[in-house]
């Protein structure tokens, strides 16, 4: 059963850090780029960041770069988000997509975990 479980999320004042964690099974994930997604409420879900399939290249929207670190340890099946400096803007669902390209791309999704900033 392929799963991507996102975990990690919370209430947390502006200024702080977390770490989001997003798991997957059922699948093989060393072939599969990652991206980590957020949707505010009343807005369109936006790209985060991105990791290739090996870890070797990385992306950015711009209102995080300097801020968020993705990372992913493919022992553990795992990718993680580590966000710093976290602003109220920040305040969203964040999701974990698995994407893998070729003649039939194939992906998926997990469920989100919410992530609140807020004094």
């Known amino acids: 059963q392929v799963q991507l479980v996102e975990s990690g999320g919370g209430l947390v004042q502006p200024g702080t850090s977390l770490r989001l964690s997003c798991a997957a099974s059922?699948?093989?994930?060393?072939?599969?780029?990652v991206t980590w997604y957020r949707q505010a409420p009343g807005k369109e879900r936006e790209l985060v960041a991105r990791i290739t399939s090996t870890g070797g290249s990385t992306n950015y929207a711009d209102s995080v770069k300097g801020r968020f670190t993705i990372s992913r340890d493919n022992a553990k099946n795992t990718v993680y988000l580590q966000m710093n400096s976290l602003k109220p803007e920040d305040t969203a669902v964040y999701y974990c997509?698995?994407?893998?390209?070729?003649?039939?791309?194939?992906?998926?999704w997990g469920k989100g975990t919410l992530v609140t900033v807020s004094s």
């Open positions: 997509n698995a994407y893998r390209g070729g003649l039939t791309p194939v992906d998926y």
């Open positions: 059922g699948f093989t994930f060393t072939r599969y780029a």
